[in-house]
């Protein structure tokens, strides 16, 4: 689902994304696409080309590679201006809507994103898309205003977390798959007291992906919760 798009940057990885409100979308999106630690996708456009048919990414027809940066939620802000202008009106927002259809509403949801990575994903002749490459850490490019938010599937989070070797002697197939958490030192280094909780939320979903690597997560899990713990105390 798309769920806003870019209209700021603080920095190289992080993004301010407003929310598409009612009217703005065919699809409003709710609080629960948006909420805190979900991870989230945006179309790479630079390098990318021209934009494609529409009619031929409908069909399926749009076989063309797509690079997308891929990112984490980790805060919200309501922004309502007219907070604070507490004096009598001669409208109520409801008057206001129907009789001035075209007034334009100043409040708005602001959510902050971490690029965490890159993934390459391609759409096949039966219009199923397959990851090609993942990447953790920092992009080399940075993404434009008005660059739309799409919330990621499971199969999208697991593929970005699922690497593999090549020519592994350990696999006869010739590549080993294994979770990784690459980005982990990329978001410790991040000052935001929001940023520890987002990396426990992160585990969280990854236990429930990856139930196969429970045991090693629950151990990073308490070594992580452990280490919040004893430098929030001081």
Known sequence: MIIGKIV?????????????GPREVEVEPGPADYAFGRFVRV???SGQGDEPDPLDVALGR????????VGVIYDTILLNPAFGSLGPRLSNETQVELFSPD???EKAVLIYIMILGMMEQQRDELGENHVLSTMHGVPLLSLE???????MSDEEVR???????????????????????????????????????????????????????????????????????VETTG
């Open 159 to 229: 593929a970005f977390h699922f690497f593999s070797d090549p020519n592994d002697p350990g696999n006869p197939n010739g590549s080993q798959a294994y979770l990784h958490m690459g980005y982990v030192p990329h978001i410790i280094s991040q000052r935001n007291s929001l940023l520890p909780m987002v990396t426990l939320r992160i585990i969280d979903q990854l236990e429930r992906l990856f139930p196969q690597n429970l045991a090693l997560l629950s151990i990073v899990k308490r070594n992580f919760a452990w280490r919040l713990k």
């Open 43 to 45: 179309a790479v456009r």
């Open 145 to 151: 205003l008005g660059s739309e938010i799409e919330t």
């Open 62 to 69: 749009n076989l063309e590679p797509t690079t997308y940066a």
């Open 8 to 20: 700021k940057s603080d920095s190289h990885i992080n993004y301010v994304c407003q929310v598409y």
């Open 103 to 105: 007034y334009i509403s």
